[in-house]
């Protein structure tokens, strides 16, 4: 399980650098958010199945104007915002993971192999929609390694709430 122990690898240059580019996404987080979820959804199909209002929508503008998709779509922000916030608070930043990872291993019942995929669409959305601010190779990486340790705790939450037994019995 390399590369999942990240806690303590962002400096607090980094967290500088997630926390200011982070500001002109939060701005407009509706049309990032959808931006996501679309490009989640087109890019991997088989993750609509945890969401019952669009799971028949294969059309992206469709997608786009869907009030279930935009809620979701702010909830991903929203979150986000919550951990980027509170990125110098290591209380905190773990309970934003813990209750994340509770939530979509006991109630949605997500895959956690999804997680991977949609920080990946994260990443690519923000680089592709604000150049300006995410081309710099640090501020690339900063994201790059926040995102991969979202990944590493999530699983980490799955493996305590006993997501084997969980997945099996589903």
């Known amino acids: 399980d390399?590369?999942?122990?990240?806690?303590?690898?962002?400096?607090?240059?980094e967290v500088s650098v997630i926390q200011d580019t982070w500001r002109p996404v939060y701005e407009v987080k509706e049309d990032a958010g959808v931006a996501v979820l679309v490009r989640f959804f087109?890019?991997?199909p088989s993750a609509k199945q945890y969401f019952d209002q669009i799971c028949d929508i294969q059309d992206p503008e469709e997608m786009c104007q869907n009030v279930q998709l935009k809620k979701n779509a702010l909830?991903?922000?929203t979150a986000l915002n919550m951990l980027v916030v509170n990125l110098r608070d290591g209380d905190k930043v773990n309970?934003?993971?813990?209750?994340?990872?509770?939530?979509?291993?006991?109630?949605?019942?997500?895959?956690?192999?999804?997680?991977?995929?949609?920080?990946?669409v994260i990443l690519d959305v923000?680089?592709?929609?604000?150049?300006?601010v995410f081309?710099?190779?640090s501020v690339q990486g900063a994201w790059s390694k926040l995102m991969s340790i979202m990944c590493g705790e999530l699983n980490k939450v799955y493996t305590a709430v006993g997501w084997e037994s969980i997945k099996n019995s589903a």
């Open 42 to 44: 087109t890019n991997t």
């Open 126 to 132: 923000l680089f592709e929609t604000f150049p300006q």
């Open 2 to 13: 390399a590369g999942v122990e990240h806690t303590g690898t962002i400096t607090d240059e």
């Open 135 to 137: 081309s710099a190779a």
């Open 95 to 120: 309970n934003i993971f813990h209750q994340l990872g509770k939530t979509h291993a006991l109630k949605h019942k997500v895959d956690p192999s999804y997680f991977k995929i949609v920080t990946d």
């Open 75 to 77: 909830n991903i922000m």
